[in-house]
Structure formats: structure tokens, C-alpha cells
């Protein structure tokens, strides 16, 4: 479980390290009873090699912990103990290679044979491949890492015992960097250092330019020799008898110190690591519509050539913080308005002490383009050409197409697809945004078709194209719709048109709308004696002309005569079936043909 406190410290006093980058490591304590004291500057070559004997006995569970594949809990462990001296928040960071996986638990007790259950306690498997495990914060400022456990509230003259656990068998080796407010209040005695029993003291970690002198002042010695071991063996140091000795780099150290009572030898490591150098970072914007803008970005400007395995990166919104190594923002950082001074600070992943936090750069919110042209234009069949783009220029901003103009329009003369990049440039920064504009021809279709459906309560008028898409229909000088139905229709004269929502115009067609009777039956019963169309007094000087099926024109009917009884020249005409033809006077004067009518019925006797 990850706990987020609203404030943090990464004042960093102890270290183990060696993290990947030597072969070999100094103590190391499979077993609680021999775990190494650490405290105040204490470095110790962190790894692991089996678990000697089971710290648990036999046990399936100690926490979170469980057993491994070797049976026990423990599969490759590294016992540590410390002390608090001091009243505070007290957390640690173990420093890992982010492929391997590293379990922990710290257990709140003085004796290996009672460890209780831990206080605190990870077992995750690492999936999210992070490069610090621990209690209190990750130092980079991810705070989404849940291998992460609250800080410990610790008061003087605690005992602490840790296991670190290798679970993956891949042992690059680990560092412990102590963290809390506990190192800002006390920074001397936060941790008590007479667990440590030493002539020379515990292991010393400095940075490369320190000082390091040892010291092995003994009231009655008689003679100093020193030594060294940098790998092939203690070597004795030609020439130094004092009683102190300026270390020239890393190396084991060992002191003989002769006396008439029986020599004394004590040995020391001191680890020189490296400092990293913060590169100058350039100023950035955070872009209007973002969330979050990503630190991770300035990374690649802040480390150069430096590995960033070897060197963790913190950014800080006040200069204080990034030189103590506090507050570190995280990552993801909300963007806010206005323009921020990030500072920025680069950490030895070995030696926290090992810092460098010259550099700062601005973080300015800038407006990002609001590109809010339509993404599709449509060049109407009897237009050469057509404008896309953005309406006008505006300042600060620069414009670029895909096709080379550089202008926040561009004229095209036929279909095709166009992108416009707009940037907005203020001081050296930069926010862009891009749209693709789809060029479409739009050609107006061909009314194949009006069916009217007549002689009905319910007069309707259908509308059928030779193109099918979204067009929009109109019945007169009715709002348009996007059916091609309509309903309610009156008798009588209508324009029907088919309007392109593009812009490129539209199609009209004139109809009538009358009713007649499908058939009629001459016989003199009083009942469908007389064939006539309804509605043509909504018409202005309507004839009706009848033919038989071979084009003979049986009866010619106007305003003054709409009824046909079925006779020819005064002879009944036989059973069959007739056509008519419509004409009338249009709106502008000239003589016209109905169109669309199923001009059609039939004569039965």
C-alpha cells in the first residue's frame, strides 16, 4: 500500500550502493543474528547470495511475506539493523534494478529469536518495473508506486531489524537510502551509532571530491601500518605511519596498530561515487488542453550522456527543496496557468549525498490553436474551386499544409484529403495542433421519381433520387427534412425539391396532386356512372383528355365538364382499360403536363 503524506523529505544520510556497477560486495548477512548495524553515513555494499539458516523457522508466513520456491520464506536475503536516536518521520528507499524483483520487512524489535510480525512489509512482483522500493515516498516523485509503505513515526532508542529478499535470482545488488523529517530536525543523531563497534569506524560513502581522512588515534600505540585492498588483497601502503590517513579513492582499508599490549586491526570500506551534472534544460509551455505535462520529457536534455540507471532525476518548485532533496513533484504534473520556475536536481542512484541542482527552466501554459473549421468541405460540381482552411491569420501564429503553402487558407480545385498544422510561438515556445480537411465533389441528384398516392385521406408524395445520400427534401416553401415523405398533402399544384445540406443547391420538380377513381361502372344504377378527377378546381384552366389502349382519344373534359360516362360519339365504350393525360396552366402562364400521375383506370360493365 502506498500512503500520500503532504509533505516529504528525501534527506538522505545512509546508503547502501554498489547498485550494478561492481561485482563483489562487501558484508553481507544471510542470517537476523548477524544482520550489519547501520547508521549516520553508514554505506554498505548491498546484495545477496541464499538465506543461510531460516530466520523463521519453518513458519509459511511472516506479514506479507510467504514462502518462496526454496521452501522458506526466505529465498536470498540481507539482514540489517538500526537504532533511532532522535523523535521524527523516519522512512527508507531501496535503490533496485527495475527487471528484478526485491521484497522487504522490518521487523520493531532488539531480538532475532522474537521478530514479531513486521511493521512494514512489500511483496509485489515488481510488474511495473520501478527502480525504488520502501517506507515513505519514492525519491523520483512517482506516486503512483504502490511499493511504497507509510512513513514510521520513530522515537529514541527503537530497535529495527530488516530483511531485504531477493525473490527473482537476478542480483544486481540493491542501496538503502534513509529518508523523513527526522534527518532535517536531526541530522547527526537521527540514527544511533553505537550499534557500530569499529576502531575506524563503519563504512564511509563519499562523494568524489570529498575528504575522507581516517583516523586510528590510540593513546598507546607504538607503531601505524596501513593497508589497502582494491580487489586482489590487502597491499601495505608504503610510507604511511601516521596515525591518520587521507583516503585517495575506493578501496577496503585496513589499520595495524602495534601496541605493547597486543595490536589492534581494524578495517573500513570508503566508496567514492560519482557526482552527476545537471545539463541546462530549455524552457518549455504546457500546452492549453493538457492535463498533466510529462517531466519525463526534460530528462534526456538533463542527463546528456550520463546513463540514467546511474542517476535519478528530481524536479522542485523552490530552489531550497531541490538542494535538500524535498518535495519532489511528481512526474505527471498538473499543468497550472501563468509561468512556473521548475528547478532541477540529479542524484547519484548510489550516493544520495552526490547531488547537482544548478539548473531551472520555465514552464509557460500556452494557448494551443482552437481549430474550429469544418473537417470537411465539398466542391460543388459547378464551382472551379473552393477555400479551406482557417478564415484568417492570427498572431503569433504560423500555419503550414501538408502540401508546402504556408498560409492559414488555401484554395483547391478538386478532391483530396489536406492537413493544416497552426502553431502558437511566444518566446522561443511552441504549442501546435493539427486538422485534416477531407475534400469532397458534391453533385445534385436526379428526381427519378415522384410517387403520389391520391383518392385517400391521406394524400402522400414520395420522393425517389437517382443518388442516394443525405439530402434534404422540401414540399413547397416548407421548412426541409430529411425524409423523402410527406404527408397531409393537399390537391392541387406543388414543387418538390431535393436541397444538397452541402451548399451546392438543389432540384425542383412541379406535380399535381388530384384524386380519381381506379374504375367506374356505366350501367345506370346511379353508382359510378361517370368517370371524373377530383381537385382540379385547385387548377387553373385544367383539360383531361381519355384514351383507349391504341391511342384514340375518346372524350376531352375541362372546367366545365369533369365527368366521362363511358360513350364514344354516343356508343357505350366496351370494358377495358383508359389513360388520360393532364395539362393546366402553370404559375407562369405557359401550358404544362402533369407529371407523376398513374394515369390509369379501368372501365367495367
Known amino acids: 500500500m502506498f500512503y500520500l503524506l503532504m509533505r516529504s523529505y528525501y534527506f538522505i544520510f545512509g546508503v547502501l550502493f554498489f547498485l550494478g556497477t561492481q561485482t563483489s560486495y562487501g558484508q553481507i548477512a544471510q542470517d537476523c543474528i548477524d544482520a550489519i548495524p547501520i547508521c549516520n553515513n553508514t554505506p554498505v555494499n548491498g546484495g545477496t547470495d541464499g538465506f543461510g539458516n531460516d530466520d523463521f523457522n519453518g513458519i509459511a508466513m ?32 531501496i535503490g533496485i534494478n527495475s527487471t528484478e524483483d526485491w521484497d522487504y520487512a522490518l521487523y520493531k524489535t532488539s531480538d532475532c529469536n522474537s521478530l514479531g510480525d513486521p511493521i512494514r512489509c512489500n511483496f509485489y512482483d515488481n510488474q511495473d518495473q520501478n527502480t525504488f522500493v520502501g517506507v515513505g515516498e519514492d525519491p523520483t516523485g512517482d506516486i503512483s508506486n504502490i511499493q511504497y509503505e507509510e512513513w514510521l513515526e520513530v522515537t529514541p532508542g527503537e530497535d529495527y531489524y530488516l530483511l531485504i529478499n531477493n525473490f527473482s535470482n537476478s542480483n544486481s545488488g540493491f542501496s538503502i537510502q534513509f529518508s523523513g523529517n527526522i534527518f532535517v530536525t536531526n541530522p547527526y543523531d537521527a540514527l544511533d551509532c553505537s550499534i557500530v563497534s569499529n576502531l575506524l569506524g563503519p563504512p564511509i560513502s563519499a562523494c568524489e571530491f570529498d575528504t575522507v581522512t581516517l583516523d586510528a588515534t590510540t593513546s598507546d600505540a607504538l607503531d601505524y601500518t596501513w593497508y589497502s585492498d582494491t580487489g586482489s588483497g590487502f597491499q601495505e601502503i608504503i610510507g604511511e605511519k601516521n596515525p591518520t590517513y587521507d583516503v585517495p579513492g575506493s578501496a577496503s582499508y585496513q589499520v595495524v596498530v602495534a601496541r605493547a599490549a597486543g595490536n589492534i586491526i581494524s578495517e573500513v570500506q570508503v566508496a567514492f561515487s560519482t557526482v552527476p551534472t545537471a545539463n541546462p534544460v530549455s524552457d518549455d509551455a504546457s500546452c492549453s488542453g493538457m492535463t498533466n505535462y510529462d517531466l519525463l520529457l526534460k530528462e534526456s536534455e538533463v542527463l546528456g550522456s550520463q546513463d540514467p540507471r546511474d542517476v535519478v532525476v528530481s524536479y522542485h518548485s523552490d530552489l ?35 547531488f547537482d541542482a544548478p539548473q531551472q527552466f520555465e514552464l ?11 473537417s470537411e468541405a465539398y466542391l460543388c460540381e459547378d464551382n472551379s474551386s473552393i477555400t479551406i482552411g482557417a478564415p484568417s491569420t492570427t498572431p503569433n501564429y504560423s500555419y503550414s499544409w501538408d502540401s508546402g503553402e504556408n498560409t492559414p487558407n488555401i484554395v483547391v480545385s478538386q478532391a483530396g484529403i489536406h492537413t493544416l498544422t497552426v502553431t502558437n510561438t511566444q518566446a522561443g515556445l511552441s504549442c501546435s495542433d493539427s486538422k485534416t480537411i477531407t475534400v469532397v465533389v458534391s453533385s445534385l441528384p436526379t428526381i427519378t421519381n415522384v410517387e403520389i398516392n391520391d383518392l385517400q385521406n391521406d394524400n402522400t408524395v414520395s420522393i425517389e433520387t437517382d443518388i442516394v445520400d443525405d439530402w434534404l427534401y422540401q414540399l413547397d416553401t416548407e421548412d426541409p427534412q430529411t425524409s423523402n415523405l410527406f404527408s397531409n398533402v393537399l390537391p392541387g399544384e406543388h414543387t418538390v425539391s431535393v436541397i444538397d445540406p452541402r451548399g451546392c443547391g438543389s432540384v425542383s420538380e412541379e406535380i399535381i396532386v388530384v384524386g380519381f377513381p381506379k374504375f367506374f361502372t356505366p350501367n ?22 381519355i384514351y383507349d389502349r391504341f391511342g384514340k382519344l375518346m372524350e376531352q373534359l375541362n372546367s366545365s365538364n369533369f365527368g366521362w360516362d363511358g360513350r364514344f360519339n354516343g356508343q357505350e365504350m366496351p370494358s377495358s382499360d383508359y389513360w388520360f393525360k393532364l395539362t393546366y396552366m402553370d404559375t407562369n402562364g405557359q401550358i404544362a403536363t402533369a407529371k407523376y400521375i398513374n394515369n390509369h383506370f379501368s372501365l367495367r360493365r
Open 364 to 374: 509557460v501554459n500556452l494557448e494551443t490553436p482552437v481549430l474550429d473549421f469544418p
Open 62 to 93: 511472516s506479514g506479507c511475506l510467504e514462502k518462496t520456491i526454496s521452501g522458506a520464506i526466505e529465498s536470498n536475503a540481507a539482514w540489517y539493523r538500526f537504532k533511532t536516536g532522535a523523535s521524527g518521520q523516519l522512512g527508507f528507499n
Open 320 to 354: 531550497g527543496d531541490a538542494i535538500a532533496g524535498v518535495n519532489a513533484l511528481p512526474k505527471q504534473y498538473p499543468v497550472q496557468s501563468g509561468s512556473h520556475t521548475i528547478y532541477v536536481r540529479v542524484t547519484s542512484a548510489e550516493n544520495p549525498n552526490c
Open 524 to 545: 345506370g344504377d346511379g353508382m359510378n356512372d361517370n368517370w371524373s378527377i377530383e381537385g382540379l378546381e385547385n387548377l387553373s384552366n385544367p383539360v383531361i383528355m
